[in-house]
Nanobody, 127 residues
Framework: QVQLVESGGGLVQTGGSLRLSCAASGRTFSSYAMGWFRQAPGKEREFVAAITWSGGRTYYKDSVKGRFTISRDNAKNTVSLQMNSLKPEDTAVYYC????????????????????WGQGTQVTVSS
């Protein structure tokens, strides 16, 4: 069983950038699809981005397309989320998640797809 630990969150001004990282421990995770989700106070956890186990396909929430980039480095057991042009609406706790089950593309948008979650890292974008 792998453990996921997010890092890189913090406070940034509108228009700034942050790079989140998720490190897996316990075993390699090259066979896992990886996702990033976020949850703001009073809101449901929502999909942000995902990447397939091979890194060949990526998926994004519409509102972050062109601003966020998900990537993975299987040799280092890490997945990253580069966030540019940040907006106050991006403020949330960001979670990385792992999915070991193959399936249709739409599965990556669903919280229920993922079997393993990190503890989250806070991203706050000030106006």
């Amino acid at each position: 069983q792998v453990q996921l630990v997010e890092s890189g969150g913090g406070l940034v001004q509108t228009g700034g950038s942050l790079r989140l990282s998720c490190a897996a421990s316990g075993r390699t995770f090259s066979s896992y699809a990886m996702g990033w989700f976020r949850q703001a106070p009073g809101k449901e956890r929502e999909f942000v981005a995902a990447i397939t186990w091979s890194g060949g396909r990526t998926y994004y929430k519409d509102s972050v397309k062109g601003r966020f980039t998900i990537s993975r480095d299987n040799a280092k057991n890490t997945v990253s989320l580069q966030m540019n042009s940040l907006k106050p609406e991006d403020t949330a706790v960001y979670y990385c998640a792992a999915d070991s089950t193959q399936g249709y593309s739409g599965r990556y948008y669903r919280v229920e797809t993922y079997e393993l979650w990190g503890q989250g890292t806070q991203v706050t974008v000030s106006s």
